[in-house]
């Protein structure tokens, strides 16, 4: 196919200051622009989302269209911006990210030269990001943390399963599997599913990069990740192929991890080295993350993040496997009242 027109679909939801951001990357783009729509599906915002697409419209080269709905959800915004889409290829990205300049034309590239049905990308800071989402980045997307099964590096430790904020595919692989499900957190990933199942190939491309800007504080962080856990334990419950034992690690390493702080606290010799390789460990991989990011505050903030993203996942994945595993109770969701504060 040649030529291809592109249709990108961002879900917005009182995220006025990031779209601004995200929009600024599309018109910087190094692809054509006559190749490309943008398609702004709001979920019902209150704040002047609106105003600030309007405001684009003026400036770009390119069609940005502004839609509405009332609040639903992500995937039903996702949903709404699909059937108003008119491209041939499909691109996924979200309002707290930023485009890299090359990142349609490195997709575009891709399949035109060997077409794939469904792709995604990895996600990385920016040197004017806050210290807090550096470290939350860096905690993501290290291999030694979850980077080796989101999707960071050719060499994964899981199947790799794009997501929305960096995701794309085919108007024909869409139009077979159909869009996004009811799930809040997690319906990217089982939407991949389906396209995985459909027999589509997917392809990582690791040169199609956006800047992820992520949550902008301790708290937020928390409650996004506790979410992440419940999201796995309901995968599991559409898919049981959707959890695999590296799944189960941020569990384990919780319960290990409170297990050994309790020995330490009452004094056993042999959990006291544990106690004291488990900072080691913290600290090296902290020292890693400051070299990384080039930031001290990075490095100094490291070891409250890295326990919160590994500990909060783990906590909602527990919290969800027995009230849906093991008591039997319907799909879960988490934080849902405050959950961007």
Known sequence: MENP?????????????????????????????SQFEHIISDDGSTDNTEDVVRKWREKVDYPIHFISQENQGPGAARNHGLKQSSGDLILFIDSDCEADPKWVEKIY??????????????????????????????????????????????????????????????????EKVGGFGPLRHGQDIEMSNRIRRSGAEIRFIKDAVVYHRRRTGIRQFF???????????????????????????????????????AGFVIGVPYFSFLFLSILGALGSLSILGGIKRSSIGVMIILPIIIPIQIGGYGLGFIWAFINRVILGRGSMTGFVKQYYK
């Open 109 to 174: 590239t891709e399949f035109t030269q060997n077409p794939f049905g469904a792709c995604g990308g990895p996600d990385a800071s920016k040197a004017d990001f806050s210290v807090v989402q550096k470290a939350i980045d860096f905690a993501m997307t290290s291999f030694f943390t979850t980077g080796g099964m989101r999707g960071h590096s050719e060499k994964m430790l899981a199947k790799f399963f794009p997501r929305t904020h960096n995701m794309g595919m085919t108007r024909e692989v869409y």
């Open 223 to 261: 409650k996004q990740v506790f979410n992440w856990g419940v999201a796995r334990v309901n995968l599991y419950k559409i898919d049981k192929q959707l959890l695999e034992p590296i799944h189960l690690l941020p569990s384990v390493a919780l319960t290990a991890g409170l297990s050994i702080i």
């Open 5 to 33: 027109v592109i249709s990108i679909i961002t879900p917005a939801f009182n995220r006025a200051e990031e779209v601004d951001y995200l929009i600024r990357s599309i018109q910087d783009q190094t692809l054509d622009h």
